[in-house]
């Protein structure tokens, strides 16, 4: 094996040299054939992560919930295998497949799955009789301080029908926590929730992380969750990951035009490396009839042809008014629609910004505006 760590019998492991072991480590394969109408569909990823909150991110259909239950044992892969805090869960080539009530994951659904004739309090006993690894005492006391946590100690004695949205999540989450899980899959847990209730889970969730160890996969579709959630993220599309790395350097670098256009926040922009130089850290880029300076291309040569690649909000519009700049493109406008933000005026090449009420004062009317643009926020994406 790689990485240092040795698999003792029966799914355990222990690490050995300084490194810490890596918290999820699973390679997944898994077919589903067609049927009916339905195309044959495959599973083919590595996940690899020491985050406390992995999110896997993807259109509907992409994978994530095939994977989640690839991870707590609902499916067994037809190929790869599964280390969690360095325990083996699956591993097709020795046959090693432990089953759900032995993988110790917390699982919380789309619909919560409170069982809708107990309790909130009876619902977290429930759970915790199902975890043979504490004794009566640890598990009376941890259901006490989770009822706490969650702000549910009023609502104990609640069925599940007469919660909100948001308690029965934080229920969910507590009735999970009770059995102390080696590891958190969460999947579109916000689904249905109003913006409100959306932060008020992701504060819970923070303080999910804080009060446990275990690693959380989260599955949506919801970017603005993945940014607000993610450590690590995995973008996804038809069953692979076609990026993943740190929350803040996917954003910042998408691997290509087909990710940075399916994450819908950036505008892509025809452009051709024009010049670069390496003493001083430069290059010129060709876009729209404009010169745009940014950083130096390393590995890109004179002529390439590609896309300027910008997040929406790193460049700002001005009216188009007098002498042209450097990093300035001039842009046709092509439409406008109403934001809750102001308005979000729609440009040729498929861009698009959105301004204040105040800034579009300026802009109103214009068949025309000027995008200027950072020169740190110069991406060059090839073709």
């Not at 080539?93 to 089953?99: F, G, R």
């Not at 948001?166 to 847990?189: H, T």
């Not at 406008?336 to 300026?362: D, I, M, R, W």
Request: proline fraction near 5%; charged fraction near 25%; glycine fraction near 8%.
């Amino acid at each position: 094996m790689g990485g240092g760590a040795l698999i003792a019998p029966h799914g355990k492991g222990k690490s050995h040299g300084m490194s810490q072991p890596v918290k999820i480590d699973a390679r997944l394969i898994k077919r589903l054939p067609a049927i009916g109408e339905t195309k044959e569909f495959q599973l083919n990823i590595h996940l690899k992560s020491d985050a406390a909150i992995t999110v896997l991110w993807g259109a509907s259909g992409a994978g994530k919930t095939l994977a989640l239950h690839c991870l707590g044992g609902f499916t067994k892969p037809d190929e790869g295998r599964i280390l969690i805090n360095d325990e083996l869960y699956f591993d097709a080539a020795t046959q090693v497949n432990l089953p759900p009530q032995n993988r110790r994951c917390g699982y919380v659904f789309q619909d919560h799955a409170l069982f809708p004739h107990m309790t909130v309090r009876e619902n977290l006993k429930f759970a915790a009789a199902s975890a043979r690894h504490s004794s009566k005492l640890n598990k009376h006391r941890r259901m006490i301080e989770l009822l706490e946590a969650f702000e549910l100690s009023d609502l104990a004695g609640r069925k599940p029908a007469q919660l909100s949205g948001g308690q029965k999540q934080r229920a969910a989450l507590a009735r999970m926590l009770v059995g102390d899980p080696r590891l958190i899959l969460l999947d579109e847990p916000t689904r249905g929730l109003d913006s409100r209730l959306k932060q008020a889970f992701y504060q819970v969730l923070r303080t999910t992380r804080e009060r446990s160890h275990a690693p959380i996969v989260l599955v949506t579709h919801d970017l603005e969750e993945c940014m607000q959630l993610a450590e690590f993220v995995c973008l996804m599309e038809d069953g692979h990951f076609v990026q993943s790395g740190a929350r803040d350097q996917v954003f910042a670098r998408p691997a290509s035009s087909e990710v940075a256009s399916a994450l819908g926040v950036y505008n892509l922009l025809p452009a051709k490396i024009a010049a670069l130089d390496p003493s001083r850290d430069t290059c010129s880029l060709e876009v729209a009839g404009s010169e745009v300076q940014g950083p130096y291309l390393k590995g890109r040569l004179i002529g390439d042809q590609g896309f300027l690649c910008l997040r929406q909000t790193e460049s700002r519009l001005l009216p188009n008014i007098g002498r042209r700049e450097r990093n300035q493109i001039v842009l046709r406008v092509t439409g406008v629609v109403p934001s809750s933000q102001g308005a979000k005026l729609l440009l040729e090449h498929g861009a698009a910004a959105t301004v204040s009420e105040a800034e579009y004062v300026h802009l109103r009317g214009e068949d025309t505006v000027k995008l200027d643009v950072p020169p740190s926020a110069v991406y060059f994406l090839a073709k």
